[in-house]
């Protein structure tokens, strides 16, 4: 049995659940992947609707250093808030979907460490 940190277990109770989700459109189904060794969470929408492929990233989560990275939500869920709900601290939660320019404007994290003074 593998144990979780804080932050996995709140991602992996988070997405775990939508593998399950029902697609109403084509022969569509979702895939949880979890790589708790390199840090990466993601949700991904495959199968085919009549003669086209899908195969599309809805949701792309890592844990870098301390901090939670957002790459991707193409959901209507608001992943970032989520993770805020279970208790992750907004300066925590980098949307690394917005370019960095942008993150201070976001009310969530900028990816970069904090310096303290000595």
């Given at each position: ?6 932050d996995q277990?709140?991602?992996v109770?988070l997405?775990?659940?939508?593998q399950f989700?029902k697609i109403?459109?084509g022969?569509l189904w979702?895939?949880v992947?979890f790589d708790?060794?390199?840090?990466h ?6 199968g085919w ?9 809805l949701?792309?989560?890592?844990i ?7 790459e991707?939500?193409?959901t ?13 601290p907004?300066?925590r ?12 404007y976001?009310g969530?994290?900028?990816?970069e ?6």
């Open positions: 049995m593998v144990t979780l940190s804080p277990k709140i991602i109770d997405l775990e659940p939508m989700d109403s459109y022969n979702k895939e992947i708790l060794e390199r840090q969470f993601q949700v991904l929408l495959v609707r009549g003669s086209t492929r899908f195969h599309s990233v949701i792309h989560i890592a870098r250093e301390d901090f939670i990275w957002l991707e939500d193409n209507e869920l608001d992943i970032a808030h989520l993770l805020v709900e279970q208790g992750i907004k300066e939660i980098v949307l690394g979907f917005q370019p960095p320019y942008k993150r201070p976001t969530f994290g900028l990816g460490p904090t310096l303290k003074s000595a």
